[in-house]
């Protein structure tokens, strides 16, 4: 293996640093763990996580004989890659790689990417279901939660894996090459991390950088930086679209999908299959209706997801069946309850203007919107002017209130309220929330500084939601 005989120094001590290294144990490879935060409890940390015994643990500043010493740096992703000793580690010619690299070094079978400002999760999810259906080895990894890492070491020769990527993950991708990639769409976010436009854009692209035109990248049509990557993207494109009627490839029309055009790639292991007899006649895959998940976005991740599938040769029927069954992952447009005739949706996941912009596109009734939080840089005016006059009351928490609350009184949204706590905002909410509304948390923001992550913020939203007494 590249990593035998390497001093490695795996950096960041959460979920991806300690499955890093557990699956170096595995290997036989004996690595450090560091962490820059100097107040960290090791003693809990390696009570919390057993696998970690014996394992030499660096907190605070590195030393310079450290530094020296390493031959190869194993980031977890939310480690900055441009920090200065990391960059001076860089120069001095030292291997650098993620945790999704390091999944793939070790692990077997082949690789599905999805990776997209939003709808990653969904698609990921979705997409394991469907091999799952069909193929008997199959792991959803990365982003979604689990990391590459943790599964790599039990992989078998024919196992299928279907890893969500974050940008922060691509930014360390050596050999990574996946048989199929999906880049669902690219607008502004973590601009704070990768500083440009151009930086981000090229750290999505970099999904396919091992790939050839006999691998698949599924590409939606109607993002302009992914369709502009149509004609230079190294794989064979599968595109889709939600407004075009596409000559070749999946697109939504009058409420159904259609897939256009034929297959002109070999497929997975070079099989050969087609949905059309003939190429002239678009073929009619499906009803929206069927679905169980709901909003637009939806229907482009559903698209992302045929498109994939058809690319690994699962048959339709197959397909089309788990789709009629898959329900919305929790904390995407995620339905909670009625409770005294009012809708409450967790949208928690909505955490840039974009992915929020399709949370209340999504809503039917006048929607009481939960917004603000952490400020990643995001401009809000686009997520403003999709309220589309559905929005009645405007709550809004955390450090970018002040900042939403300046945007949207320039489109006219004056109905605004703010709230010091996810406590007192949800009181807002139950108490000018009337029959035939929707209350919806999608705030358009990340939920460090009031919360530990989405997914804390979006529990507590349900637990409040659940425990409103009906009238």
């Given at each position: ?22 699956l170096?144990?595995?290997k ?31 907190v ?10 390493t ?6 992703p939310g ?19 993620g ?13 599905i ?6 709808g ?70 973590h ?29 939606n ?19 889709f ?11 939504y ?11 002109n ?7 050969a ?14 009803n929206?209706?069927?679905m ?5 976005c939806?229907i482009?991740?559903?698209m992302?997801a ?10 339709l029927d197959i397909?089309?069946?788990?789709i009629r069954?898959f ?11 009625t ?32 917004g603000?939080?952490?400020d990643?840089g ?5 997520w403003?002017k999709?309220?589309d ?19 949207a ?23 000018n ?37 009906e009238?």
């Amino acid at each position: 293996m590249i990593l035998d005989g390497k001093k490695i120094l795996v950096v960041g001590s959460g979920k991806s640093g300690v499955a890093a290294i557990a699956l170096l144990k595995e290997k036989g490879i004996e690595a450090t763990l560091t962490d820059s935060n100097e107040k960290l409890d090791v003693n809990k940390l390696i009570n919390d996580n057993p696998v970690l015994r014996g394992v030499n643990i660096i907190v605070g500043e590195l030393s310079d004989d450290v530094k020296k010493s390493t031959d190869c740096l194993i980031l977890s992703p939310g480690v900055p890659t441009d920090l200065p000793w990391i960059n001076e580690m860089r120069n001095r010619g030292v291997m650098i790689i993620g945790e999704i690299e390091l999944g793939y070094i070790c692990g077997k079978g082949s690789v599905i990417g999805i990776t997209g400002t939003n709808g990653k999760t969904t698609t990921t999810t979705l997409t394991g279901e469907i091999m799952k259906a069909y193929y008997k080895h199959v792991d959803v990894v990365g982003n979604i939660g689990i990391p590459y890492t943790e599964k790599a070491a039990a992989q078998v020769e024919d196992q299928i894996t279907v890893a969500e990527i974050s940008s922060f993950q691509l930014e360390t991708i050596i050999d990574f090459h996946p048989v199929v990639t999906a880049i669902l769409n690219i607008t502004p976010d973590h601009l704070n991390r990768h500083h440009t436009m151009e930086a981000y854009i090229k750290a999505k692209e970099d999904i396919t950088l091992n790939q050839t035109k006999d691998d698949v990248c599924v590409l939606n049509y109607d993002s302009p930086d992914t369709r502009a990557f149509i004609d230079r993207c190294p794989a064979t494109v599968i595109a889709f679209s939600s407004s075009t009627k596409l000559e070749n490839g999946f697109y939504y029309e009058d409420g159904a999908i259609y897939r256009a055009g034929v297959r002109n790639y070999k497929g997975y292991e070079g099989k050969a299959v087609s949905y059309n007899d003939n190429p002239a006649e678009p073929k009619k895959i499906m009803n929206v209706t069927d679905m169980n998940l709901v909003g637009m976005c939806n229907i482009e991740n559903v698209m992302a997801a045929l498109a994939i599938a058809e690319a690994m040769n699962v048959p339709l029927d197959i397909t089309l069946k788990v789709i009629r069954d898959f329900k919305a992952v929790e904390h995407r447009i995620e339905f909670v309850a009625t409770k005294n005739g009012v809708d409450y949706y967790n949208d928690s996941k909505g955490t840039n203007p974009d992915a929020a912009i399709q949370g209340i596109k999504a809503m039917t009734k006048p929607t009481i919107l939960i917004g603000g939080g952490y400020d990643k840089g995001s401009e809000y005016d686009d997520w403003i002017k999709a309220f589309d006059n559905k929005v009645k009351l405007l709550v809004l928490i955390g450090v970018t209130r002040d900042k939403i609350a300046e945007c949207a009184r320039k489109y006219g949204v004056t109905n605004i309220v703010m709230a010091d706590t996810f406590e007192e905002c949800m009181d807002i909410c139950i108490k000018n929330a009337c029959p035939g509304d929707a209350v919806l948390l999608s705030p358009a923001c990340a939920s460090w500084g009031m919360f530990d992550n989405y997914e804390q913020r979006g529990r507590i939203f349900k637990d409040i939601v659940r425990n409103i007494k009906e009238n």
